[in-house]
């Protein structure tokens, strides 16, 4: 990337950075409610630093609300890519289901929470369940257009060959699929993160950002609050451009394809 | 600078130059299109015969050397010139009527005087009946056909025309050709064409110009004397073939020997 | 489309949750399910008609929308403004492009407690958090589909005269519209979203689905948030089919420039 790119992406960023700054310093702005960038992160920093039970406070709101994503999104993964599978083999099974995943598909993860709630009570399991549920759709969908979506002649090409049916499914259809299951993981892992921290405000009893963020918020603890949306996004950022992508690379961008 | 008239575009020591990319495309073109004439423009892959469409569309400015039209410097696209591209570039969201009466109706024609141009231009290229159909639904040399009505419906005083025929299949691709001619005789108008094919230059042009391989020149310059409609197998035709080939021959050589460097 | 693919349509629609719906009943009866847990759906029909009539449904569901169309139309509009202009002038796009990113990346949820702190805990704060919701999707998807019309469509125009206004408004717009009306499409989910997760946390709100739902675990009331879900499905997929969708096939579907899959 050229070094004027650079300059130029980084040059809003900056300029509101040291523009908030100054105006905390100054004392212009409210600094109760908008504290200086200075402020927020030796508040962050300071998080970092305080330990319990020997380990960072921070790391903990980190590592617990990483926790709950992985399970959930292996789960709704899980559950996703053989739901989509099962929605492209079987016309009836689509016809009967397909209504349904139309309906729940928009309703938001979070307004399932008190329902869960009153099912499975507070804690992780509650979190990482709508977790799933809000991934399962996406990734089935994904998955069912993918396997729908298969070159036929291709599929000739391996019978003709001598491919029994199993071996067409695992060596045909979900190397092709890939592209989509993929795009569908992409999709629910960022449906399931905004979803896992969205039900921590309300369901979490301790730990975890989303809680972290929801507490501060009520202490009016502002520092933490801004702390902790830019430490979302900046692990958000990770996730998808280091892990997925870096997924994509070795799979789906060698073979030609590359992801939307 | 004395303008002789039957000049329609000059072209003056005309460079082009691709900065980023590193490549001259053009050097040192100079060439005198004449009025009312049909030219075309052949070379090897690469010689820069699309880049020299694009300068005098208004598309690109020259790096070096200029540009008239009528005596005037082209510097910007405008409603003088007329353009084909080979694909198509109609817009999709307007039928193929409202394709052709945009070029009238935003440089101020009144709407039901356009659409009776229009439709004028659509009974010319036989596409009469199709006036409200989406370019989607239509088949390559209709769609070309649209374009070239589209080009012409706001009269330019030049035709530029960019590989026009080059996505269709050869059928289609040959009664395209006899099509242009009959449109272009009714007209007359000052027409530049880029082909690769040299078949197609004869048959269409009054005068073929061929560019040498990158950084393009003018190579040599063929008039085309053989009345209209053209035999692709009289002796003149082939005679004529013969002397371009032996010029292009000798650029497509280099160019090949480029290609492998 | 004609009458008996209309009905052959609608039956095909409605057949699954006929089925869905008696299972869901019969289950019930059957293992004698506590409507604490799961209500039957004759439960839930009967109190959704009993809220009706009292007019508290309704009130919920005008609240609910009246917020989601306000942020929804304002985030359109000015996503796509702002979306052109990052796509046509290109130093405002190297400017803005890790911005984006990073705004685009925060989940809609977070920016509630910022804005519960900041601009209190009522309606102009799930206004405001409907709008975030659906804004930087705006733009990002307006950005992309101007930079991605093909360049000889707008040379076509140019050199037929077009001046700057005319080619922007009569040709990138409607060419850009491939990727825009998805758009719509995908951004009123973020909206919704945002609608729900600003309504639960709002406490000062009286009014709006995610309240409802949310009191409802008061009463440890399952059927009133059943009936808030089903309520928001509904409403979600009747705007999507009925708006949405109708905008799309008088458009790029009749244009034949629309893309292909969504989820």
Known sequence: MKPRTVFLALLPLAGFLLTWQVLADQRWINTALFPSPGQIAASMAALMTEYEDGRSVLAMHVFTTGKRLAAAAMEGIVIGMTGGCLLAVSRWFYRLANPFILLILPIPGIAMAPLFIVWLGFGDQVIITIGAVTTFFPVAYNTYAGIRSVNPQIVHAASIMGAGPLRILVQVYLPWAAVYILNGIKLGLA???????????????????????????????ASVVYGGIFLLALLFVILEKGLINGIARLTVNRWGFSLS | MRWDPNIKITLRRVTKVFEEKGVTALQDVSLDIRKDKFTTIVGPSGCGKSTLLHLLAGFDRPSNGEIRLDGQMIEKPGPDRGFVFQDYALFPWKTVLGNITFGLTINGVAKSRAQEIAMEYIRLVNLEGFEHAYPHTLSGGMKQRVAIARALAYNPEVLLMDEPFGALDAQTRKYMQGELIRIWERFKKTVVFVTHSVIEAIYLSDVVVVLSARPGTVKGIIEVDIPRPRNYTGQEYLDVRKRVLGILEEEVQKEISMDRA | MTLSTLRTRTAETLLPFLVGGILWEGGCRFFDVS?????????IAAQAVELWAKGALRQHILASLFRLLLGYVLAVTAGIILGALIALKSDIRRMSSLTLSLLISIPTITWVPVLLI??????????????LGGLFEMIYSTALGVENVNRRIVDAARIMGAKRTDLFFRVMLPASLSFVIPALRLCIGYCWRALIGAEILSAMIRWGLGKMIFEARFWNDVTVMFIGLLSIGLLAVLFDRVFLRRLERITIEKWGIAARIDA
């Open chain 1, 191 to 221: 449906r399931c993160w905004r979803t896992v921290v969205a039900v921590e405000f309300i369901a979490a009893a301790d730990w975890g950002l989303g809680y972290m963020i929801w507490d501060a918020a009520e202490h009016l603890n």
């Open chain 3, 35 to 43: 409507p604490q847990i799961l209500p039957p759906p004759s439960l």
């Open chain 3, 118 to 131: 900041t601009m209190g805990l009522g309606d102009r704060t799930v206004i405001t958090a409907v709008f």
